[in-house]
Structure formats: C-alpha cells, structure tokens
C-alpha cells in the first residue's frame, strides 16, 4: 500500500514534471503509431537470403532494465529527456526472449549461458565449449563431451573469423567459441589444479593458441596469460599484478606469430595507437592484447592505450569484410556484467551505450541485405530502477520522495543484493550526504554481498538480416547458434541449401525458399 505522504509527493512531482510540448497534442501519438504500423506491416516481406556475414553483439549482464536504463543515459548524454531515445538495437525489426538458466542453475553464470548461444547446447554453470556430462572443475570429465561452436562452423565453411571482446580475451564468454574447458577459471595454467593438469587438460589462453588457429582477428584484453610468470608487462611494468602468468614457459604471443603463414600479414599490438596505424587491407591476422587482465571501464579507459569497442569493432570489420565468402565476428560488451557484479550503476551503463554505440558502427560498415546481426545477453541483474521518477529525471538521480518508513531519500536506481548495502548508525545510509553521481558509487542493495549477482528471468534478442525472422517468441538460449547458422548456411544447416555440395557458396538472394520449407527440423 502507497501511503497518503507518498502519493502527494507523487502526484505533486508528476504534475510539475516536464512534458515536450508535442506530446500534448493526441496527433502527435497517433501519428506516431501509424508510422510504426506501416513500418511493421512491411515485415510481411520476409528477407530469407542467405546470410553471407553473421555478426553477434552479447551484452553481458545485459537484461531489460539495463537496456531501458542504458536508453535514457544514451539520450541524456545528448541532452534529451532520454525515455523518447532509440537505442541502435531498438531498431531491430524482430525481438525475442531468451530462457537462460544452465542445465544445473536456475540463475546461470556467463559460462554456461556461451555455450548455448555460441555451441548450440545447454551445459552446466562454470564450464565451457562442453556438453553437460562435463562437471564443473572435474578435468576428466571433458573428454568425449567437447562441442564446438558457431565461429568453427563459420572458419570450417571458408569464413573470416573474429572475437572483440572488453573483457579478456580467455574470458568466459569469448572462450566457448574455442575452448573446450571443465572451469571458466582456468585463464592459465597458473589457475589450474594439478590434477587438472595431470590429466591432460589445457588451459583457456593455451587453447586460444591451439585449437582454431588461424581465427583472423583476436581483440580484448588478457596479456599476462599469454606471458611465462613474472615476465614483466610491456604497459605496466612495476605493477606485480600485471606480470605473466604461465607456469609452463610458453610465450603464447610469439607460438601465435610461429603459427602463421609467412605470406601472410600477421600483426600484434598491444595499445590503441599501434591498432589505429595499421593499413586493414594489408592485415590478414590480427591479435590486440590491449591490457594485461580485462580491458578498463569505457568511463576510465585511457585514449592513448585502450582502443574502445567500437573502435576496435571497426577495425576487425575492415580485415574480415575483405573475404569473398563472408565472415563471424563475436563482439561481448562484457564491463556491463562487472560494472554490476561492483554495484556501479554508472559503469555499466556507459559500457552499455558503448556497445550500442559499436552496433551502429556495424550498421553503417555492412547491409541488411546480407548480413545478420543478433544482438542479446548472457543473463540479467538484479539491478532495477524505479520510485516514480518523472520524466528526465537523471537516471542515476533520486526518487521523488523519501522513504515512508525510515523518511530518508534513495536513487532510483537499486540493486537486490551487492556490496552498496550500507548501514550508519543502525540505520540505512543517507544518500544526500554522499556523491550518488559519481562514477563509482555503489548504488544500495537490500542485501549485503561482496559481489552483485545474476538475475534468472529471460533476456531480450534483437535481430535483423537474413532470416531474422526465425528469432521470434520465447526461446531457449541454445536456439540462437543454430538460426544463425541455418541463416549462413554452415555447420549442420544445409538441407535447405539449394547450392549444397556444389562447392560454392551462394550470392545474397540465391535462398529464397517457401515459409513451408523453413522447417527448423535441419536444425537438431
């Protein structure tokens, strides 16, 4: 029950709020809503070429209030009210929700959730690029229960490959499209148990090196796992913490260079400046480290060093574009999750507007036509924001009023649990007395963790591209790898595919098919 206190200072501040003056005339609207019924019924005609470039952007801890948060920052920076902004991915003609628990957790982790969406099978929290007869840290446990995933199919089918991640690269989401890992955690072999290592498996940064080659572009951050313990960091060199991992020797780095073909142009850099002076036309292999563990926080990256996201994205479309069959290029948004997981609202959020802000810059370097872009999320937060805030209202700003039992203020924005639960003096913070504005401040939690958690309810799929249309309702999560390949025409997905066995692939156009014939049963 809403008390009387309450619903005056509501009524009061929702009164008072701003409304753009056209929204007060009922045409406004009306009009509005027509042009998006035209916009839709234009959906009718279907696009079921074939899709030579897949491209999927994965907003990690991306859930629907972050996105809608993430939409009014974007609109606010631009010094709009920010309700009324379009992200990129609101424009996307087709949406789906996607069921993202484990095979062994209702509220699943970045791990499991990669190996649906990029291997096509659910599996148990914790691991990757495995079925779920793989237990989580049992090492022997993997052998026999690898899958592979969609960046395999693409580079097996002739396709230019790419990974762009914020996060290391060995992380977990970028690591499912190579990996074959019983833990998440294994970045190195320094991070291995001796078991594990006693029976044979490698660790993820080994595996980067090893089990797909020749991926053309390799982007994000990760450098001390690729470097033998305590070599010394290129960027950072007094910081201990910044120092090579690998207790087997391996220089990962230069097994890379050895790797590829000497006719080929393969190049490392590991700062923003060494990336930006490369001529794409003349890379055919690409690996950026651009820091030594995950890359910095969009709101702290340095200009000089750190590329962004976009940036980045830019540069691994120049090298892949360049294939005559197409390519699959990976980008995670993967800071979202940890700007969460600190409870630093702000963080997150502005590393949600940057990869909105790279999936603009794909759509402007490629076509509908021919390319299908996914974009979507591992899993949720609890983070949400509310308490009647009035139209642009800052979205890290306060509630309207005060609390009705303890009479103090509190921001919109909170989270379920995570480390702003704080308590003054028997009592819950104040946060007038604190800078709630700030880059890191930790927004309140109604329970204390040292780390944010997960959410379990479903999270948002945008499409558009060929056969986008097959992203529709309510799905499971492993579902998306496989439309995006029925879509191109790899891995198991070829039945449909009128050019199958002739060698060649197919130009944009060549599968136009009868709806009867999209029968996903090629696809399991």
């Known amino acids: 029950?809403?008390?009387?206190?309450?619903?005056?200072?509501?009524?009061?501040?929702?009164?008072?709020?701003?409304?753009?003056?056209?929204?007060?005339?009922?045409?406004?609207?009306?009009?509005?809503?027509?042009?998006?019924?035209?916009?839709?019924?234009?959906?009718?005609?279907?696009?079921?070429?074939?899709?030579?470039?897949?491209?999927?952007?994965?907003?990690?801890?991306?859930?629907?209030?972050?996105?809608?948060?993430?939409?009014?920052?974007?609109?606010?920076?631009?010094?709009?009210?920010?309700?009324?902004?379009?992200?990129?991915?609101?424009?996307?003609?087709?949406?789906?929700?996607?069921?993202?628990?484990?095979?062994?957790?209702?509220?699943?982790?970045?791990?499991?959730?990669?190996?649906?969406?990029?291997?096509?099978?659910?599996?148990?929290?914790?691991?990757?690029?495995?079925?779920?007869?793989?237990?989580?840290?049992?090492?022997?446990?993997?052998?026999?229960?690898?899958?592979?995933?969609?960046?395999?199919?693409?580079?097996?089918?002739?396709?230019?490959?790419?990974?762009?991640?914020?996060?290391?690269?060995?992380?977990?989401?970028?690591?499912?499209?190579?990996?074959?890992?019983?833990?998440?955690?294994?970045?190195?072999?320094?991070?291995?148990?001796?078991?594990?290592?006693?029976?044979?498996?490698?660790?993820?940064?080994?595996?980067?090196?090893?089990?797909?080659?020749?991926?053309?572009?390799?982007?994000?951050?990760?450098?001390?796992?690729?470097?033998?313990?305590?070599?010394?960091?290129?960027?950072?060199?007094?910081?201990?913490?910044?120092?090579?991992?690998?207790?087997?020797?391996l220089d990962l780095i230069s097994i890379w260079k050895s790797f590829k073909p000497r006719h080929k142009h393969s190049h490392y850099v590991w700062n923003r400046t060494e990336l930006l002076a490369l001529d794409p036309s003349r890379v055919d292999y690409l690996l950026g480290l651009f820091e030594p563990g995950d890359m910095q926080y969009e709101l702290n990256r340095n200009n000089l060093t750190d590329p962004s996201l976009s940036e980045m994205v830019e540069v691994a479309l120049r090298i892949l574009t360049k294939n005559l069959k197409g390519f699959f290029l990976l980008v995670e948004g993967g800071r979202i999750d940890h700007g969460h997981h600190e409870g630093k609202a702000k963080q997150a959020l502005h590393e949600a507007v940057e990869m909105d802000q790279a999936i603009g810059k794909a759509g402007a370097m490629t076509s509908q036509k021919d390319t299908l872009t996914v974009v979507t999320a591992d899993h949720s937060h609890v983070f949400t924001f509310g308490g009647y805030t009035p139209r642009g209202n800052s979205i890290f700003g306060l509630a309207p009023m005060v609390s009705d039992t303890d009479k103090k203020p509190f921001t919109a924005i909170l989270y379920g649990n995570g480390p702003g639960y704080k308590v003054v003096d028997g009592e819950r913070e104040n946060v007038s007395m604190v800078d709630y504005a700030h880059n890191n401040y930790q927004a309140q939690s109604a329970v204390p963790l040292r780390h944010e958690t997960h959410g379990g309810e479903d999270v948002a799929v945008f499409a558009k591209g060929p056969m986008a249309h097959l992203l529709h309702g309510v799905h499971e999560q492993n579902y998306i790898p496989h439309v995006m390949a029925y879509a191109s025409c790899i891995g198991a997905n070829l039945d449909h595919c009128a050019w199958a066995g002739s060698g060649s692939a197919p130009s944009p156009g060549a599968l136009l098919l009868p709806l009867a014939v999209l029968s996903l049963r090629t696809l399991f």
């Not at 701003?18 to 406004?28: A, G, H, L, N, T």
């Not at 631009?78 to 484990?102: C, I, Q, W």
């Not at 990757?128 to 446990?141: F, I, K, L, P």
């Open 1 to 249: 029950m809403i008390s009387p206190f309450s619903v005056l200072a509501i009524g009061t501040c929702l009164t008072n709020s701003f409304v753009p003056e056209k929204e007060r005339d009922p045409s406004y609207w009306r009009q509005q809503a027509q042009e998006t019924l035209k916009n839709a019924l234009k959906l009718q005609k279907l696009n079921t070429n074939v899709a030579k470039n897949v491209i999927m952007f994965l907003g990690d801890g991306m859930g629907v209030s972050t996105v809608t948060a993430a939409r009014i920052l974007k609109g606010q920076l631009h010094h709009n009210t920010g309700e009324e902004t379009r992200l990129e991915m609101d424009k996307f003609p087709f949406v789906a929700l996607s069921k993202t628990y484990n095979t062994n957790a209702q509220v699943p982790d970045s791990a499991g959730t990669a190996t649906a969406y990029l291997c096509g099978v659910k599996a148990n929290e914790g691991t990757v690029g495995v079925s779920a007869a793989t237990e989580r840290t049992r090492c022997n446990t993997t052998q026999g229960n690898e899958v592979t995933s969609i960046l395999r199919w693409a580079k097996d089918a002739g396709k230019s490959v790419g990974i762009v991640t914020t996060t290391r690269v060995n992380h977990a989401t970028p690591s499912a499209a190579y990996a074959h890992s019983a833990d998440r955690d294994w970045y190195s072999d320094n991070e291995m148990p001796p078991e594990a290592l006693s029976q044979g498996c490698k660790d993820i940064a080994y595996q980067l090196m090893h089990n797909i080659k020749d991926i053309d572009v390799i982007m994000g951050g990760g450098r001390k796992y690729m470097y033998p313990k305590n070599r010394t960091d290129v960027e950072y060199e007094l910081d201990e913490k910044a120092r090579g991992t690998r207790l087997d020797g």
